[in-house]
């Protein structure tokens, strides 16, 4: 059952403020973050929250163009705002921030680094979709990556799946032991190792991808009856033959899925057949959507993120913020 959460109070401070990565490490609580995710996604799906058309905005540097800058606008419950996504050059990290103004009044709000709590953000939108979709919640995940986003993942997967147990893999056996190590010690989950994809993918009932590949690392024969497919990078993680036959295919956004992640070629035929198969995540966190109808069926579920999430988590961390006198005070409108 889903429980509305409150984005923000209702009287909006004077004071713009900022959140920096640490103050969110302080301010964090992993079960807020879900909550927010949640409720973005359930307000989506009640046309109560709204994405920018286009979803994003690009621009490079004339300097170098190893710097751009990505823009996706949200608005949702009582805030209306952007993240501003900067990328670095050279060893550059960039910037990862969003900022929050007043639905009402269009007032600034705060800013919130996002960089902390970004990986988190996902976890919980990958971690919903397996809660939603698989067919048993004391099941084996098999977790492809093992980089700081599939730590997140790991991390929602510890409290939204607690029966289930955790099988993880990557190229490297020191790393695997290391994140296998570090996830049953973060997630209290039963958690082993694999050696390779396929024996990672064994019998299991729902297979995530949270990697920067290019190219399909889960074929067709990696899942059978009743799998859950989740995947969660930027580019094509499944062979387009998983996608195809299908029962159920789910996304959080097909616009941007038509730019990034396993749903693309298909999406880039303008096949409307196709298209038509594919509904919205949000109505079944939301549970106007069944979700699975039998337990043989296969699912692939593609959560690319939604602005909306971006924007309900950071304006949970601003009121938390505010409440515990967090933060650096940027500007007071009364002065």
Request: proline share 3%; hydrophobic share 45%.
């Amino acid at each position: 059952m889903h429980e509305d959460v409150t984005i923000a109070d209702a009287d909006s401070p004077a004071d713009l403020l900022f959140v920096s990565a640490e103050h969110a490490r302080r301010l964090l609580d992993l079960d807020e973050v879900i909550a927010a995710v949640s409720s973005a996604y359930a307000a989506g799906s009640r046309q109560q929250a709204a994405l920018s058309v286009p979803r994003s905005l690009s621009v490079r540097s004339v300097r170098t163009r190893d710097v751009a800058t990505l823009v996706k606008a949200a608005a949702i419950d009582d805030v209306i705002g952007a993240r501003v996504l900067t990328s670095g050059a050279g060893e550059g990290k960039g910037s990862r921030l969003v900022v929050i103004a007043d639905a009402r009044t269009g007032a600034a709000r705060g800013i919130v680094d996002e960089s902390y709590v970004y990986s988190l953000r996902v976890g919980a939108q990958a971690a919903l979709a397996a809660k939603h979709l698989t067919r048993t919640d004391t099941g084996t995940v098999a977790l492809i990556g093992s980089g700081e986003l599939a730590r997140g993942v790991a991390r929602c997967l510890g409290r939204l799946l607690p029966g289930a147990r955790l099988r993880t893999t990557s190229r490297n056996a020191d790393s695997r032991r290391r994140f296998a190590a570090w996830c049953a010690q973060e997630t209290g989950l039963p958690v082993e190792s694999a050696a390779s994809i396929d024996e990672c993918c064994s019998d299991a009932d729902v297979i995530m991808t949270v990697t920067s590949a290019n190219a399909p690392l889960i074929r067709r024969e990696h899942g059978g009856a009743g799998i859950t497919f989740v995947s969660v990078g930027g580019g094509q993680e499944l062979d387009e033959a998983v996608v195809q036959h299908a029962d159920l295919i789910f996304a959080d956004d097909v616009e941007y899925c038509r730019t990034f992640g396993s749903l693309r070629p298909h999406l880039a035929r303008n096949d409307a057949a196709f298209e038509r198969r594919v509904m919205p995540l949000g109505d079944v966190i939301a549970g106007t959507h069944p979700g699975r109808g039998s337990p043989q069926d296969v699912i692939v579920a593609v959560p690319q993120g939604l602005a909306s999430a971006d924007l309900a988590v950071a304006a949970s961390l601003l009121k938390r913020a505010r409440q515990r006198d967090l933060g650096v005070k940027l500007l007071n409108r009364t002065d």
